[in-house]
């Protein structure tokens, strides 16, 4: 196998675009050439990420013809399974990464005409949540495994954070289920032995509608709306608390790189990413958060222990060496697929 289309674009903007950009690395490193062919016109956001110069073929957005006898792949992208049927005609073969625990409709209509010849999962906790109906919709459902590759160099590593005061962040998109009602009522009952000062980002008037209005030492901002660079380089911790049920969350990733301990849901996709007391916390309900993240203000030896441990278990984990040696079995399989993976 020498070449692989991507269809979708990579971007710093979302976790799926986030996750294909750092596993296009992997790919590059593993001497194949990539191949882009978007569903839509490419915007600034997207001509910003130079994939050109990187490396990649880019083809003419929709020019499906353009991944003849390649295998194809997407990263839970809508418009990829409204288009499917007609990549069909050219693909090798067709991989569906969804990055959520639930389904799409159009996903479970592609699946059940044979279109999607493998799906693709970062967690096993993602898979067994979907697998049942999937087996339901077509006996022929195929799935394999790998654990992604994280760019680490992005996230520098910093341990030089002031501590005049106690500084903590949660970062999501704009989504309701992205937040506990009790997100507010943690931050203000959290003790700490300097003064508390934290960020939100990715709040608007609908999340408020359900948490509440922040105080003033809590600033908040629309997704976007400040540098996640920022936002790690002051943030001694990420206390993050969700009603949502979490495949592999990237901010998870990006604080462990930067050195911001995580305290999150005892749950899905944090389980794959903190152990619990050695590099994070793992909160069962909103009396451990506050508990946790209590310790953490004022344990500050133990929280710069577990931060740096955090940094080194990332490295061993999802490191380069690791995620190439999983995407070479995947796409060895890929391979051995039967008349190339057609239905």
């Known amino acids: 196998m020498r070449e692989i289309c991507v269809i979708g674009y990579p971007s710093r903007l979302g ?20 191949h882009l062919l978007h569903t839509g016109q490419l915007d600034d956001n997207l001509r910003a990420m130079r994939m050109e110069e990187r490396g990649c073929v880019i083809h003419t957005p929709g020019d499906w013809g353009a991944c003849k006898g390649m295998h194809v792949i997407s990263y839970c992208n ?42 693709l999962y970062q967690t096993d906790h993602a898979r ?42 949660r970062i999501s998109r704009e989504d309701t289920g ?9 931050y203000e009952t959290m003790v700490s032995p300097v003064l508390k000062e934290g960020v939100m980002l990715g709040v608007n008037d609908q999340i408020r509608g359900k948490i509440g209005q922040e105080p003033n030492w809590i600033k908040a901002y629309p997704a976007g709306g400040l540098n ?22 990237r901010v998870g990733f990006e604080a462990m790189a930067s050195g911001c301990l995580l305290i999150v849901d005892d749950r899905g996709g944090w389980r794959e990413l903190v152990q619990h007391g ?20 004022f344990e500050r030896q133990e929280r710069r222990l577990m931060a740096a441990n955090a940094r080194h278990w990332l490295e061993a984990n999802w490191g ?15 391979e051995s697929l039967p008349t190339g993976g057609s239905p």
């Open 128 to 169: 067994e949540k979907v697998e049942g109906e999937l087996k339901s919709i077509n006996d022929k459902f195929r799935w394999f495994k790998v654990r992604p590759y994280f760019h680490m160099e992005e996230f520098p590593y910093l341990d030089d954070r002031p501590e005049d005061r106690f500084r903590f962040a």
């Open 78 to 119: 809508g418009e990829f399974l409204k288009h499917l049927e007609a990549i069909k005609l050219y693909a090798k073969s067709t991989t569906f990464v969804n990055c959520m625990t639930w389904l799409f409709d159009l996903e479970k209509e592609m699946h059940r005409r044979g279109l999607i010849d493998c799906f």
């Open 178 to 186: 992205k937040y506990h009602q009790a997100q507010l009522w943690v």
């Open 228 to 249: 996640v660079h920022e936002v790690y380089r002051h943030a001694h911790c990420i206390i993050q608390m969700t009603e949502t049920y979490e495949n592999l969350p």
């Open 15 to 34: 976790g799926a675009d986030t996750e294909l950009d750092h596993q296009i690395r992997v790919w590059q490193a593993l001497g194949l050439k990539v």
């Open 278 to 297: 050695q590099t994070g916390f793992l909160c069962k309900d909103q009396r451990e958060f506050v508990y946790y993240a209590s310790r953490a203000a």
């Open 320 to 334: 380069l060496e690791q995620a190439k040696q999983e995407w070479t079995k995947f796409f060895e399989y890929l």
